[in-house]
């Protein structure tokens, strides 16, 4: 079994794409499609209800729906764009005379090559999304 953690960040654009194609959710059906804990879930959804990316609605006394704002969807949809930018394929050589620079090299070292560049793209890619989202909230609170 493989655990993975996902930052605030994932988290926050989890629900952000849940509640996009969903339009709105109650708490519960959130966590089914998140499978993200209700305590955790909940202090995500309190934060972005506070930036107002997400309105919460009640039914009853008992029953919150959560919605998207429209700053939500506009937040949501430049996370897409910026995720379908950022995926770059990089294809070791795989014919004879493709390697210009003389470099021969087995498929083994071709998959691990790759692994090591995915993982940095990843993370560049990570690092560029928090920056851009911290910029966003500073921009939020003046």
Do not use: C
């Not at 926050?12 to 109650?26: A, K, N, R």
């Not at 021969?104 to 790759?114: D, I, L, N, Q, V």
């Amino acid at each position: 079994m493989t655990i993975t953690f996902k930052t605030n960040l994932e988290l926050h654009v989890d629900i952000l794409h849940y509640l996009t194609y969903h339009e709105s959710l109650q708490n519960s059906n959130l966590k089914d499609k998140t499978k993200i804990d209700g305590s955790t879930l909940n202090r995500h959804l309190d934060f972005l209800v506070q930036n107002n990316l997400v309105e919460k609605r009640p039914i009853n006394k008992d029953k919150v729906l959560y919605t998207i704002t429209e700053l939500g969807q506009t937040l949501h949809n430049w996370f897409r764009k910026l995720n379908n930018a950022l995926k770059l394929e990089v294809h070791p050589p795989h014919k004879k005379g493709d390697d210009q620079m003389g470099l021969k090299m087995t498929m083994k070292e071709a998959r691990r090559m790759r692994q090591r560049i995915e993982l940095e793209q990843d993370l560049i890619k990570k690092r560029q999304m928090v920056l851009e989202y911290e910029y966003m909230l500073e921009s939020l609170e003046t």
